[in-house]
């Protein structure tokens, strides 16, 4: 059997592969899986040019400064992955997302709290229980000034108790999947990144659920994690591109490599970072930027892209490709229920 190799910190807090070590023997294959797919030996980690930085800052200057023209003074634009992942999905949706005020939904903030334990359990020391840091994590943003502290406050006893249980699913899964993260590996929960364009008034922004590692110069070392429930998805690969990006912004040395963790199903989908990954970042996020600026200054109809998100669209009621979808996607089910009941008679 092939000794697993994943990473283990050298002296300098990097993260590293290495041969068998004590420490994996305690691993289900789940955690040995992850360890062995973040490690890196140092010769695996590639160095980027120093001038990557300054060319990725003119290049998306150069083609955004005329839309940047059209942001109000005083106002930002605050393009996050949710923006460029509903712009380029169907603009119609993403013009009633922009009417309609936002609202926490036991959805939402199920996950919001998800992350704030999984935060916790990164720096908790021993081996905390997955209900207890739920417990905490909701007891800290209870709170914290604003609307998601307003909601959970607002929660009755039933409501509180799904929350917390769904969350502790979660963190529970995350435990289970992820191999404890040791302090040299630097690892760092809910990592915010931002990188302020065109005189501060295009601001690409967000916060990545985990990063571990770090670069060495402008060799690169860091490893950023999203933690995701449910099945893939394209966009989450294009969401941790956009980290990419703004990491690369921000430091100068691009992440070394993404990874979208799927809790549900402990599998872990990762992508090595290149210059022509961040290339194409650089396009998908002008042309993101350019079409939600015209979009909200109505220069141009939305082009409408029917999809699954139809059936939940706050637009659908009014929107006519939109009920189509859905009643050919409804007929098209019932076809396959009645040819699914024919085949088990
Ligand atoms: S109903 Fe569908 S096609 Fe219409 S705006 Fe919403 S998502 Fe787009």
Same mark, same amino acid.
């Given at each position: 059997?092939?000794? @697993?190799?994943?990473?283990?910190?050298?002296?300098?807090?990097?993260?590293? #592969?290495?041969?068998?070590?004590?420490? =994996?023997?305690?691993?289900?294959? #789940?955690?040995?899986?992850?360890?062995?797919? %973040?490690?890196?030996?140092?010769?695996?980690?590639? !160095?980027?040019?120093?001038?990557?930085?300054?060319?990725?800052?003119?290049?998306?200057?150069?083609?955004?400064?005329?839309?940047?023209?059209?942001?109000?003074?005083?106002?930002?634009?605050?393009?996050?992955? +949710?923006?460029?992942?509903? @712009? +380029?999905?169907?603009?119609?949706?993403?013009?009633?997302?922009?009417?309609?005020?936002?609202?926490?939904?036991?959805?939402?903030?199920?996950?919001?709290?998800?992350?704030?334990?999984?935060?916790?359990?990164?720096?908790?020391?021993? $081996?905390?229980?997955?209900?207890? &840091? @739920?417990?905490?994590?909701?007891? =800290?943003? @209870?709170?914290?000034?604003?609307?998601?502290?307003?909601?959970?406050?607002?929660?009755?006893?039933?409501?509180?108790?799904?929350?917390?249980?769904?969350?502790?699913?979660?963190?529970?899964?995350?435990?289970?999947?992820?191999?404890?993260?040791?302090?040299?590996?630097?690892?760092?929960?809910?990592?915010? %990144?931002? #990188?302020?364009?065109? $005189?501060?008034?295009?601001?690409?922004?967000?916060?990545?659920?985990?990063? /571990?590692?770090?670069?060495?110069?402008?060799?690169?070392?860091?490893?950023?994690?999203?933690?995701?429930?449910? !099945?893939?998805?394209? +966009?989450?690969?294009?969401? &941790?591109?956009?980290?990419?990006?703004?990491?690369?912004?921000?430091?100068?040395?691009?992440?070394?490599?993404?990874?979208?963790?799927?809790?549900?199903?402990?599998? &872990?989908?990762?992508? /090595?970072? *290149?210059?022509?990954?961040?290339?194409? *970042? /650089?396009?998908?996020? /002008?042309?993101?930027?350019?079409?939600?600026?015209?979009?909200?200054?109505? $220069?141009?109809?939305?082009?409408?892209?029917?999809?699954?998100?139809?059936?939940?669209?706050?637009?659908? #009621?009014?929107?006519?490709?939109?009920?189509?979808?859905? !009643?050919?996607?409804?007929?098209?089910?019932?076809?396959? !229920?009645?040819?699914?009941?024919?085949?088990?008679?």
């Amino acid at each position: 059997m092939r000794p @697993v190799q994943g990473p283990v910190a050298n002296e300098d807090g990097e993260i590293v #592969a290495a041969e068998d070590d004590q420490r =994996r023997q305690d691993l289900n294959p #789940a955690q040995a899986e992850v360890l062995e797919a %973040l490690g890196a030996r140092p010769h695996e980690r590639p !160095a980027f040019d120093p001038r990557l930085r300054q060319d990725l800052r003119q290049r998306l200057e150069a083609r955004l400064g005329p839309a940047a023209e059209r942001v109000p003074k005083g106002e930002v634009l605050w393009v996050s992955k +949710h923006l460029l992942s509903t @712009v +380029h999905g169907c603009e119609g949706l993403f013009l009633a997302r922009d009417a309609e005020p936002f609202a926490w939904t036991p959805s939402s903030a199920r996950g919001s709290v998800a992350h704030k334990a999984i935060e916790l359990a990164v720096s908790w020391r021993g $081996d905390p229980a997955p209900g207890l &840091l @739920v417990d905490e994590a909701l007891a =800290r943003l @209870v709170e914290v000034p604003g609307s998601l502290g307003e909601y959970l406050g607002q929660l009755g006893e039933g409501e509180r108790a799904e929350l917390h249980a769904e969350a502790t699913e979660r963190v529970s899964m995350f435990q289970e999947c992820f191999p404890p993260l040791e302090p040299r590996w630097r690892p760092v929960p809910e990592s915010r %990144l931002r #990188a302020d364009l065109c $005189d501060d008034r295009i601001v690409l922004g967000g916060k990545v659920d985990l990063t /571990v590692g770090r670069a060495d110069g402008t060799r690169a070392g860091k490893v950023l994690i999203d933690l995701k429930t449910g !099945a893939f998805s394209p +966009h989450h690969i294009d969401d &941790l591109r956009f980290y990419a990006l703004v990491e690369t912004l921000r430091l100068g040395v691009p992440p070394r490599l993404l990874a979208t963790y799927y809790l549900d199903g402990g599998r &872990l989908q990762p992508e /090595v970072v *290149t210059e022509a990954l961040l290339d194409v *970042t /650089v396009e998908r996020v /002008v042309q993101g930027v350019t079409a939600a600026l015209e979009l909200r200054g109505a $220069d141009r109809p939305p082009v409408l892209r029917p999809g699954p998100p139809c059936r939940w669209c706050p637009a659908s #009621a009014e929107c006519e490709p939109g009920r189509r979808w859905v !009643a050919h996607q409804d007929e098209a089910d019932g076809w396959i !229920a009645t040819v699914g009941e024919d085949d088990d008679a």
